[in-house]
């Protein structure tokens, strides 16, 4: 379990070619983009053992297909088959079946148990190597080495920080809607390698959120009959403890982008305030005080603003302010009421679920309340985005409705396309995203 | 510029007209008390009096909120006076006043809305005469539905507030 999280990933070399002037790219600003042909080998393996390399292969087609940028080729339409991670492609043959980008790749297994993953990724129109890397892993990391391989084809094309070889915390429900098993989860991206942390029919657990600097989850904790208390959990131990020695409910948290503070939610009475605790003293500092509902509290990627909803104006909208205390400043002035605003790891945009004529809404906005865009709509319960690393994708549950309804997860870009399904094994609620792996 | 919400009007019309199709979801969908759509008495009940199943049936252990509020409503109050008045009546239980929301809204708000229904209740039974210290208030936001189909008469029915005997 200890590789399984602690990841022994060791970026070796860049080998061969110097890296070629970027002839290929893909610019990914301008919203609904003509996905760019790419062509994956089926990875070689020195091991006699053609799972291992195909395994990372498809790893690595699926992550690329799902981005919504790329559109693999099938690999029964390759001319030059069996090309190797040695070889220089003819390029003619890559060409013919219309290729823009070509990757070739090897895993290896080494004595020592650990695989090394070697991957090139070519330019066809230009014959040039864009990327030649290789990397070492534990042996029960192969699907990690197809995510790592397709951050580098992504970063190398599209110029954005790839988001592929991170995780997603979630809550599983299953069981009758009005009896719900909820469970706090973890997996990879993709949908795969699903981890339960807690398990109890007796609890209802609610908004996990990653620590940016350890293997850490905040979340909510209400056994049945009990107040809903914030605790911290260690993903490594399973060590859980609760925050704070609150009186009231206390929930809502998010950590700070440093990982040193946990901001929250404090019910007193029928109103709701901010706090916030330094995780290493304990103390806490009151941030909002009212007679309102101040809730889903997000700082800003320098820490110095918090964006959180509040009813205070009578209805659920936002407000931004300095988090070391002041006046906050409300920035959503749309029809109907917003809530959940997540800020954005770039610090451009604040991400928020709108509720308007009887509509679910996932949107952004910028941090001072200009350029709101609906991003999705539906007519059932949509809520709770967060945002990829890169920030240039959104993560959200959306619902079915009815008896045998339920949440799912689903991911769009920012401009609004490639909605993605993610799967999981029943339904999924409150999804947060990992910071990138180590 | 209001899109967002039926003429408050409309809406009453529209929670009127729904309101026998509530207790014919309630009734399918859960087997709840088939008072528990009206929050009051129905026939005399067979039930002894002090019993949990008294409170119940011939009480009412639920209160009903419009959309996004918590403002105590005239027949929510009734339900609050017969409350008040069984529980002094009956002063060996203590009480949990569950805050519940529908599932029309995003769940830390509804979870806080929650809250904020059982403290009203609770300021609301205190207002009667029952002892403070005998409430505890928890609130479930939108996770604990009794109803369960998509549209207005189950949502209806999920944003409550329980009473539950201890």
């Known amino acids: ?438 | 510029m209001s899109r967002s919400m039926l003429p408050r009007a409309l809406r009453i019309v529209a929670i009127v007209a729904m309101a026998s199709l509530a207790a014919a979801c309630a009734q399918k969908q859960q087997g709840v008390d088939g008072q528990a759509g009206l929050g009051g008495p129905g026939g005399p009940g067979s039930a002894a009096p002090g019993s949990a199943q008294d409170f119940t049936v011939n009480v009412g252990d639920r209160v009903f909120f419009e959309t996004d509020s918590t403002s105590l409503t005239p027949q929510a109050r009734e339900t609050l006076n017969r409350q008040g008045q069984w529980l002094r009546s009956y002063s060996r239980y203590s009480i949990l006043v569950e805050g519940h929301a529908d599932e029309r809204g995003t769940r830390e708000y509804n979870l806080a809305l929650g809250a904020r229904r059982a403290q009203v209740v609770r300021d609301y039974l205190a207002s009667q005469g029952v002892d403070a210290s005998r409430i505890r208030t928890v609130s479930y936001g939108k996770e604990r539905p009794v109803a369960v189909c998509d549209n207005i008469s189950c949502w209806s029915q999920n944003r409550r507030a329980v009473t539950v005997l201890n």
């Open chain 1, 1 to 438: 379990m200890k590789s399984f999280l602690t990841a022994a990933l060791l970026l070796a070399s860049l080998f061969v070619a110097p890296r070629a002037e970027a002839v290929l790219e893909l610019d990914i600003t301008q919203g609904r983009v003509e996905p760019m042909p790419i062509a994956i080998t089926r990875f070689g393996d020195a091991s006699g053992n053609p799972q291992l390399g195909q395994q990372v292969s498809e790893v690595l087609t699926n992550d690329l297909r799902r981005s919504g940028l790329f559109r693999p080729i099938d690999q029964s339409a390759f001319i030059e088959a069996g090309l190797g991670v040695d070889a220089v492609p003819n390029f003619g043959s890559w060409r013919a079946i219309n290729a823009q980008a070509l990757v070739t790749g090897r895993v290896t297994p080494q004595p020592d148990g650990r695989l090394k993953a070697e991957f090139r990724l070519w330019d066809v129109a230009s014959g040039q190597q864009l990327v030649g890397q290789q990397y070492f892993a534990a042996g029960d990391n192969l699907r990690r080495i197809g995510h790592i391989i397709a951050d580098a084809v992504y970063e190398r094309l599209t110029g954005e920080q790839g988001y592929f070889d991170t995780r997603i915390a979630f809550v599983e429900e299953s069981g009758p809607k009005d009896n719900r098993l909820r469970r706090l989860a973890i997996m990879d991206q993709d949908g795969a390698n699903v981890r339960y942390l807690t398990g109890s029919q007796n609890e209802i657990v609610r908004s996990p959120r990653y620590s940016p600097t350890r293997q850490e989850i905040t979340y909510v904790s209400q056994p049945i009959g009990e107040t809903p208390r914030v605790y911290l959990l260690n993903i490594e131990t399973g060590q859980r403890e609760v925050l704070g020695n609150f009186p009231g409910m206390s929930f809502a948290p998010r950590f700070s982008p440093d990982g040193q503070r946990v901001i929250l939610s404090l019910q007193q009475g029928g109103n709701a305030n901010i706090v916030e605790m330094d995780l290493r003293s304990r103390a806490t500092r009151r941030v909002t005080d009212g007679a309102s509902i101040d809730t889903s509290p997000s700082y800003s990627p320098d820490g110095g603003q918090v964006v959180f909803e509040s009813d205070r104006g009578g209805t659920q909208q936002l407000y931004v302010m300095s988090a070391g205390g002041g006046q906050p400043q409300r920035i959503s002035f749309g029809d109907g009421r917003y809530g959940q605003p997540a800020w954005s790891p770039r610090g451009d945009l604040i991400a928020f679920t709108k509720l308007a004529g009887g509509q679910f809404m996932i949107g952004v906005m910028r941090p001072d309340g200009s350029g709101e865009r609906i991003v999705s709509t539906s007519g059932s319960v949509m809520e709770s985005p967060t945002w990829a690393p890169n920030g240039r994708l959104l993560l959200f549950t959306r619902e079915t409705s009815g008896s045998g309804g339920g949440p799912t997860l689903w991911t769009v870009d920012i401009t609004g396309f490639n909605e993605q399904r993610v799967p999981t094994p029943n339904f999924a609620a409150d999804p947060a995203w990992s910071p990138p792996l180590e």
